[in-house]
């Protein structure tokens, strides 16, 4: 009798995301229903959350490969639900399959099922990696022609540097939102005093950050 086979589920997403709380569940939730592993039996169910171009803090990913190089043999399939849940960089997807395949494991999306044994697989999963990847790659260059207007315009984007607070301007809008500026704050006066006794040379950079980081909240 052939042996069922054994898949986890395996969820990423963004920080951004997570924050709308829906995403890790649909997900896992697309997978589960789908009919094509009904007779297949699931050892759980791993989640990370972080930006799909980036793979080394995939604490769970890294989990998921420490429990199976032990098990080799027990687990047939990393099931994603789509390939940029994987990842968003094509080099380094394309490492993660091979590094699974290598102890055993295959990683695959049901309603884009990979035949790796067509060697026209690199081409297949090259045009879902790569357009997963040029998609981020826009959406970053986007971001940044955003933020270099609002600043163009003086309008504060960014986390405010230690001594400064962003405050909104009631009455001043651009494109319908209130306009975010900078004012010091309550920890300007150390900031000035610790520019000025660095520039005497009264003290260095490691004395300064013992002296006022943990009060400034500097790491």
Not at 1 to 17: H, P
Not at 109 to 114: A, G, M, N
Not at 163 to 181: A, C, D, M, P, S
Not at 192 to 211: C, N, P, V
Request: proline residues 3%; positive net charge.
């Amino acid at each position: 009798m052939k042996k069922k086979a054994q898949f986890i589920i395996y969820t990423r997403c963004s920080t951004e995301e997570h924050a709308k709380g829906f995403s890790h569940g649909y997900q896992l939730a697309g997978i589960q229903s789908h009919p094509h592993i009904k007779q297949w039996t699931c050892l759980g169910h791993y989640s990370d959350t972080v930006s799909g171009t980036r793979f080394d803090n995939r604490k769970q990913l890294d989990l998921v490969y420490s429990i199976y190089e032990h098990l080799r043999g027990q687990l047939d399939y990393m099931l994603v639900y789509r390939f940029d849940r994987l990842g968003r960089d094509v080099g380094d997807a394309f490492n993660t399959i091979k590094k699974f395949s290598d102890i055993g494991i295959e990683i695959n999306c049901l309603d884009k099922w990979i035949n790796y044994q067509d060697p026209t697989w690199p081409i297949q999963l090259g045009i879902e990696f790569g357009l997963a990847q040029t998609e981020s790659l826009k959406t970053s260059e986007r971001t940044k022609d955003g933020i270099y207007q609002a600043n163009s315009e003086g309008y504060f984007t960014g986390t405010p540097p230690p001594g400064y607070k962003r405050v909104f301007l009631e009455t001043t809008r651009h494109n319908g939102k209130r306009v975010q500026i900078l004012v010091p704050d309550e920890n300007a006066g150390i900031i000035k005093t610790l520019f000025e006794q660095y520039a005497a040379g009264a003290y260095s950079k490691a004395d300064l950050y013992r002296r006022y980081g943990k009060l400034l909240g500097v790491k």
